[in-house]
């Protein structure tokens, strides 16, 4: 396993205070996996909007020196906005300003249903891979899901991302612990149909869509 691997963290809040006095975040949840890996480290911060968005990446986050480095943004999301920005100008943010970034999660619901928004992220840059819901889903099941990939991710090997083969083994590892066709989505639909995997592989120039191989490898 690499001892050179960070998390870099956007999320916006959830809930208002009056719906979750407590304020849930996922940043607990990750650092229970950072304290599992030597390491392994999350730098945190917090957006609203795409202004917000950019001076959180381009101003502090993308400051870190760690060779590995993967980018999780939390937040409500719909096919054409992630929290209060646009989706597609808020990925486009991360294709400009992530020069150290390897791969990105999207955690917002309906944002990969829109395969636009994904490839925003791979077409400049040195991104390689994305990784998104089409459906919406549950806060916790897909949180569940997330700390699988991430901690799947952890024990690759560098470059491992640019490499299709190894890059669908990783997410395999990972989601082979859940039940294709158990509920994912809020509306009852199964885990296989609510995600999506983008990926531009080295050599090749545009991205491609490794949903269905992925799916192939993982639930044989």
Not at 76 to 84: E, P
Not at 120 to 130: A, R, S
Not at 145 to 162: K, N, P, Q, R, Y
Request: glycine share 8%; hydrophobic share 40%.
């Amino acid at each position: 396993m690499s001892d050179d691997f960070a998390l870099l963290l956007l999320e916006s809040p959830w809930w208002l205070p009056r719906e979750n006095p407590m304020r849930a975040s996922c940043l607990p949840f990750f650092e229970g996996l950072e304290r599992l890996h030597d390491g392994f480290n999350i730098y945190y911060s917090t957006f609203y909007d795409t202004a917000g968005f950019e001076a959180a990446l381009s101003q502090d986050l993308i400051h870190t020196t760690e060779k590995r480095q993967i980018l999780y943004i939390g937040a409500h999301g719909a096919r054409g906005s992630i929290a209060d920005g646009r989706a597609s100008m808020i990925l486009s943010k991360v294709s400009q300003h992530g020069r150290r970034i390897g791969g990105v999660i999207i955690s917002s619901c309906h944002v990969a249903d829109k395969e636009a928004n994904l490839f925003e992220v791979l077409i400049e840059g040195k991104i390689n891979w994305v990784f998104g819901y089409t459906r919406a889903v549950d806060w916790l099941g897909s949180l569940l899901l997330e700390l699988a990939i991430v901690e799947s991710l952890v024990g690759t090997t560098d470059m491992f991302d640019e490499d299709e083969e190894h890059l669908l083994d990783t997410f395999a590892a990972a989601l082979s612990k859940f039940n294709p066709d158990a509920p994912f989505g809020a509306n009852g639909e199964p885990l296989r149909d609510c995600i999506r995997l983008v990926q531009r592989a080295k050599f090749k120039h545009y991205p491609s869509d490794q949903t269905e191989l992925l799916a192939l490898r993982t639930w044989r």
